[in-house]
């Protein structure tokens, strides 16, 4: 499904370059290393069951790292899920709707930084990023289940596309070089790179 125009694409990739000097100097500022506590993350999902005693350090990092700022019943709840989708891969929508059939919440943000998580091709949905798109180019609508999952096609949509202009394409070698002492950011996706940029330039 697509959803921008190629004209639209165009000038949500020239207004990149206004973000990349704060991303910079914010991200190499703060401390911890995002960029180092990302990889520790997505290592540590393949390496503990997130519902387990030993990963308690794990989902103290993710709580911290994306906001989640939920009883213990409810991260319970998320946690479980995200030990299953490792093993039984879902798609957004699915999870969003087993999600909210536990908790009664719609989760969008929470559901799409759990798949990014296992998936970095996936876009992370949250406010920061559609407060950015939304400046530059028409969005979808975003309220319940439904609009939700229309908006989570049309960003991986979006940042798919994105990942392939000369403008991004620029940022990832930027980023390469800022970051090339932390092992293993050679290895992090153009989209999780652009989802770093629009966070930490926009804010």
């Not at 979808?140 to 096609?153: C, K, L």
Request: glycine letters at 6%; aromatic letters at 10%.
């Amino acid at each position: 499904m697509t959803f921008l125009t190629e004209v639209n694409v165009t000038r949500l990739a020239g207004a990149l370059c206004s973000l990349k000097a704060p991303a910079l100097e914010r991200m190499t500022r703060r401390r911890p290393c995002p960029v180092e506590t990302y990889l520790r993350l997505v290592g540590d999902t393949k390496r503990f069951d997130l519902t387990g005693d030993d990963a308690q350090d794990f989902r103290r990092t993710f709580n911290g790292y994306y906001g989640v700022r939920r009883n213990a019943l409810w991260r319970s709840n998320f946690y479980r899920l995200f030990e299953q989708a490792k093993t039984v891969p879902a798609e957004f929508e699915t999870i969003l709707g087993d999600l909210h059939s536990i908790t009664g919440r719609i989760e969008a943000s929470f559901v799409s930084k759990l798949l990014a998580t296992l998936d970095p091709e996936l876009p992370v949905l949250d406010s920061v990023v559609r407060a950015f798109l939304a400046r530059h180019v028409p969005v979808p609508r975003f309220g319940g289940a439904d609009q939700a999952v229309i908006f989570h096609s049309y960003l991986t949509d979006t940042m798919t596309r994105l990942a392939k202009t000369s403008q991004a394409l620029e940022w990832s070698g930027k980023f390469a070089q800022c970051f090339e002492s932390v092992g293993g950011a050679n290895k992090i996706t153009i989209i999780k790179r652009l989802d770093f940029l629009i966070w930490a330039g926009s804010r």
